[in-house]
């Protein structure tokens, strides 16, 4: 449940002290998104606040999704041989 009011300080005090968004939405009971986008419009005011690694996305093994598909294309069209 979100709280009341997250004042500007207790914000980047939570922020500062975070090691992800998660930790700071945790700390402060805002939404990891609503963290993110207060973040953002601090930033943009003019306020340094560190940038925090995104999570929840895995880097793409393109190598891998490329076999896969040459594999399933394969079974689909296979060559005639005999």
Known sequence: MAREHVGMEEFIRAWE???NVAE???ATGIKPQ???VRAA???KRGIALKHMPRGGRRKLD???A???LA???EQANPSNEG
């Open 41 to 43: 419009a601090y930033r």
């Open 34 to 36: 609503s963290c993110q």
């Open 17 to 19: 002290a975070g090691e």
């Open 62 to 64: 393109v190598e891998a």
């Open 24 to 26: 700071v939405s945790a």
């Open 66 to 68: 490329n076999t896969l």
């Open 71 to 73: 594999s399933l294309r």
